[in-house]
């Protein structure tokens, strides 16, 4: 028997203990994920506010690593954008 033969016996012969496995554990699975995308999230807003405040505005200048969430409205007037 090679390897494929012998995987699909053993799945065959195990389903209800892989189904029991995934029911007892599928909600501390789920939590972690949800952890993961939480933390990956907030590690994101964090690279992205430094590059912000980093870059600061290219039309005039403005520069502030402190607040960077003024950028977001920091030129909000479409007749004042250049680009």
Known sequence: ?????????????N????KEYNMTHA???????KKRSRNNRDKLIE???KWK???????????DNTKPWRFDT?????????G
Request: net charge positive.
């Open 53 to 63: 405040g980093n870059k600061g505005c290219e039309v005039c200048g403005y520069k």
């Open 27 to 33: 909600e501390s699975i789920a939590k972690g994920s």
């Open 15 to 18: 389903k209800d203990k892989r």
């Open 1 to 13: 028997m090679d390897k494929l033969e012998y995987y699909k016996q053993y799945y065959q012969n």
């Open 47 to 49: 690279y992205l506010n």
């Open 74 to 82: 920091h030129h909000i007037d479409p007749s004042t954008k250049n």
